[in-house]
């Protein structure tokens, strides 16, 4: 079956074109066709994404990007759009344009969740042009770390979802985001935070800094991060009154943070696996990139849960994509399970 996937939760807006085979079991999705335009530098000014700003550009971008694919989606059979969760505005945009797609080519248009599409990401392996799904064993644990969320999610079955922890406040994204935007580093921050806090453990100087690892003692699988930037501003406004901040202060920083950040992600999935006796672990969502969370994640699967299979996203679908969307929605296609209806839901839950 060959698809479109439209995708404008947040600040991506993307068009992909997939041809898609196989059953629950045993998906395979080649990319046709992969169109992406990132509007983040326009919102970096904001200091993070504009609601009404990305709806525009959104409205904007759509028709050029499905122009680079509309060679390739002829003789389409469905279109997958993202219908939450995500910014409201955002959403609609990518809505309204499958809508009218949908009546110009004849074809049904169904949403997808933006959050299974983080999952299926994770659980697929490939090389950017072509992914399968192989045979999940369950209990799947999905731990799913993005700009707006932070929780693990436990699948018995396929699209059989309870959330089992996430955080109370700030989601590790957004964590990621607010403490680089106190080092100056502009939005998105994330990548650029976990660069310098690299480069601070490149150079071998030492540093004395720690920051708290929330909620670690708590019996939960939940997070919380708000405090955790709230020690890093105390920390750097401490620093500042000594003398001005140099580089390398910043970035001891970042790797105090960072390695915060990474601990309090194992200590509460080792929880998680320990709670769920899950047979895998799906790791999804922007933060999923971050190098030195997914190798101590690795580390953690390696020396305490040998059997359990651990899943990465492939590097072109940890952040937002319109590839995991068309996939997702094949998945449900596949298994007789129920889209989505074509209405935004901004805090749609799994
Ligand atoms: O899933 P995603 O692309 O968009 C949402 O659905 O939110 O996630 C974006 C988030 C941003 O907060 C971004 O800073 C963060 O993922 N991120 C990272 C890294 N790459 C992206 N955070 C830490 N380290 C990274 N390497
Ligand atoms: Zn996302």
Known sequence: MKLIAIETSCDETAVAVLECSGSINDATFKVLGNALYSQAHLHAEHGGVFPTLAKREHIKNLPELFKQVEAIAAGAELIAVTAGPGLEPALWAGIDFARELGEKLHIPVVGANHMEGHIVSALVTGDETSFT??????????????????????????????????????????????????????????????????????????HEIVFPRPLQHEASCDFSFSGLKTAVLYKLNELNTVAPLTESMREHVAEAFEDAARDITVIKTRRALIETGAQTLAVGGGVS???????????????????????????????????????????????????????????ASL
Do not use: C
């Open 133 to 206: 799904l192989g045979n999940q064993q369950f209990p799947m644990l999905a731990l799913l770390m993005s700009g707006g969320h932070t929780e693990f999610q436990l699948m018995n079955k396929w699209h059989l979802y309870e959330k089992i922890g996430g955080t109370k406040d700030d989601a590790i994204g957004e964590a990621f985001d607010k403490v680089a935007r106190l080092l100056g580093l502009p939005y998105p921050g994330g990548p650029k935070l976990a660069a310098a806090a690299a480069s601070s453990r490149a150079s071998g100087k030492k």
């Open 289 to 347: 990139a971050n190098l030195e969370i997914r190798d101590a994640l690795t580390k953690l699967i390696f020396d305490e849960f040998p059997s359990t299979q651990l899943y990465y996203p492939h590097k072109s679908l940890t952040g937002d994509n319109a590839v995991m969307i068309g996939m997702a929605a094949y998945l449900r296609h596949a298994n007789n399970t129920e889209p989505l209806p074509l209405t935004a839901r901004g805090r």
